[in-house]
C-alpha cells in the first residue's frame, strides 16, 4: 500500500497561481493535487484535445472554492466539501481560489498534461 502527502508529490504544471503537483500511486491510477487562482479557466489551454476538453475522468475531493465544470452539455458548479467524478469531455473554471485532490487514470492523465505543458 503507497500514500503520498501534497509536500510529496513533486509539482507538473506552476505558473499563474496554478499548482499542479501529481504522483503515480499504482493501479494504473495517479492522485493530483490541485490549486487553482479565482477566474483561472482552462477551456483555452484544452484547445486542440476532442471537442477541446479534457477526456480523462477524474474521482475526487473539492477542499477549498467552487469551480465550475463546462461540457458540451452545459455547465455544473462544484462546492467545497463535495466529492465529485468528472467524465470524461470537461472543462474547469474556478469561480473562487479552489483546492482540490482528484484521482485519474495514468495514462489518459499524462496525455491531458502534456497537452497542457505545450501550450507553454
Not at 504544471?13 to 496554478?18: A, F, K, L, N, T
Request: net charge negative.
Amino acid at each position: 500500500m503507497k500514500a503520498i502527502s501534497r509536500a510529496e508529490a513533486p509539482v507538473a504544471i506552476e505558473g499563474d497561481g496554478v499548482e499542479l503537483r501529481m504522483q503515480k500511486l499504482g493501479g494504473g491510477m495517479t492522485t493530483a493535487f490541485v490549486r487553482v487562482p479565482e477566474g483561472a479557466d482552462f477551456r483555452p489551454a484544452f484547445a486542440g484535445l476532442p471537442d477541446d476538453l479534457c477526456q480523462c475522468p477524474h474521482w475526487g475531493y473539492l477542499l477549498k472554492g467552487r469551480v465550475k465544470m463546462h461540457t458540451r452539455d452545459g455547465e455544473e458548479v462544484y462546492e467545497a466539501g463535495q466529492a465529485f467524478y468528472w467524465a470524461p469531455g470537461h472543462a474547469p473554471e474556478a469561480l473562487e481560489d479552489s483546492e482540490y485532490v482528484d484521482f485519474s487514470p495514468t495514462d489518459e492523465f499524462n496525455h491531458v498534461i502534456d497537452h497542457l505543458k505545450a501550450q507553454g
